[in-house]
């Protein structure tokens, strides 16, 4: 059981049966699983209000594999019922626990949550250099938290230079349904992209800084991904309840950072439970 998107981006989805058929796939990567940019809070929806603790963290969740040190961020904020709210000063500077390796430089904040609605974060993190590849990746990353269960902006854009735009509400979420997304790059839909797609696959110790040191479930062996339509539109089917994460690569305008390539990705973040 799923959203319907709102009356005026209906018509940019296409049939389910058809996406299907046509946007999932699985596809080969370099690795077998992807770099992702974490913004990551346990609860999504809230009842009550109080403060939230929120990680950013670089790594590989589905298989709980390598982390990588963070840069400091260049912009990290919270839009709410229309108005940003600058939360880089609110950053903290930790060293985050991979499985079993050197600690990674990473971030943590804390945000009071008080008023019902959408609460949009969106982290514009420093270009990392991926020295095996000798390419830069700088993954604009997005979470959507709810108080009170009032919807006041999740399907909004927030102008960054790629996102993706949740056309299902990204905290009210299925397994065994799907969620929808649309791709922009400079405010426009972003058609033939690839999108690679993640299930956090480990414990997360918040006030340990640190992940599980077992994975829960096997790892695919190869990247799982859907490829944006016309409309700048992907779906993917919600096999299992978790926090799942979608990566649209190379989509954002800018193509080159310090003189090498630039892979300027967009990744949200949803969490899928039991119906």
């Not at 670089?58 to 919270?78: K, L, Q, R």
């Not at 990353?141 to 102008?159: E, F, R």
């Not at 056309?167 to 690839?194: C, R």
Request: proline content about 7%.
């Amino acid at each position: 059981m799923t959203q319907s998107a709102p009356p005026e981006t209906a018509k940019l989805v296409p049939t389910l049966a058809a996406t299907f058929a046509a946007s999932i796939a699985i596809g080969l990567s370099n690795s077998a699983q992807a770099h992702f940019q974490l913004l990551y809070t346990p609860e999504l929806m809230l009842e009550k209000p109080g403060d939230i603790e929120l990680a950013l963290v670089f790594g590989h969740p589905m298989e709980n594999g390598h982390i990588m040190d963070m840069g400091e961020p260049e912009e990290f904020f919270v839009v709410f019922k229309g108005e940003k709210t600058d939360l880089k000063d609110s950053l903290t500077a930790v060293e985050w626990q991979g499985r079993a390796e050197e600690p990674a430089d990473a971030y943590k904040a804390t945000y009071g949550i008080k008023r019902n609605g959408d609460y949009i974060f969106a982290l514009v993190p420093a270009p990392y250099l991926e020295e095996s590849e000798d390419i830069y990746i700088q993954q604009l990353t997005k979470a959507i938290i709810n108080k009170g269960g009032v919807p006041t902006g999740w399907k909004k854009p927030l102008g960054l230079a790629t996102e993706i735009v949740p056309l299902n509400k990204p905290y009210q979420a299925f397994a065994g349904g799907s969620f929808t997304g649309q791709l922009l790059s400079d405010g426009k839909p972003a058609a033939g992209v690839e999108c690679e797609v993640e299930l956090i696959n480990t414990d997360i110790d918040l006030e340990g800084n640190a992940f599980g040191q077992d994975t829960k479930r096997p790892v695919p062996g190869t990247a799982i991904v859907a490829i944006t339509d016309a409309n700048g539109t992907f779906t993917f089917g919600l096999p299992r309840p978790g926090v799942w994460g979608f990566a649209c690569l190379g989509a954002g305008p800018v193509k080159e950072h310090a003189g090498k390539e630039l892979s300027q990705d967009a990744v949200l973040w949803i969490k899928a439970t039991e119906l």
